[in-house]
Nanobody
């Protein structure tokens, strides 16, 4: 069983940066393709970035060039570095495997981009 705990969210001005962390328990973390997802108010949850066990990454077009996903398999942690944040990035951010497994959803971490 894998448990995922997200952290690092907060309130930031437009143009600012945040680094999200996702700490995972469970011995299978290292072989999982992982993703960061977000859900804005009134919208469906979407995948914004994913990373394979070997470090290959993919991003949704809206965050390309601004967000960077990375992982430390030794520490069972996935990161999302978010730069040049925009108000439309405001959402609750979650990590999960990619594709997601319903039992793995955590509480997420809220990112608010506002002046």
């Amino acid at each position: 069983q894998v448990q995922l705990v997200e952290s690092g969210g907060g309130l930031v001005h437009p143009g600012g940066s945040l680094r999200l962390s996702c700490a995972a328990s469970g011995s299978i973390f290292g072989i999982l393709r992982m993703g960061w997802y977000r859900q804005a108010p009134g919208k469906e949850r979407e995948l914004v970035a994913s990373i394979t066990s070997g470090g290959n990454t993919n991003y949704v077009d809206s965050v390309k060039g601004r967000f960077t996903i990375s992982r430390d398999n030794a520490e069972n942690t996935v990161y999302l570095q978010m730069n040049s944040l925009k108000p439309e990035d405001t959402a609750v951010y979650y990590c999960n495997k990619n594709p997601p497994f319903s039992n793995y959803w955590g509480k997420g971490t809220l990112v608010t981009v506002s002046s």
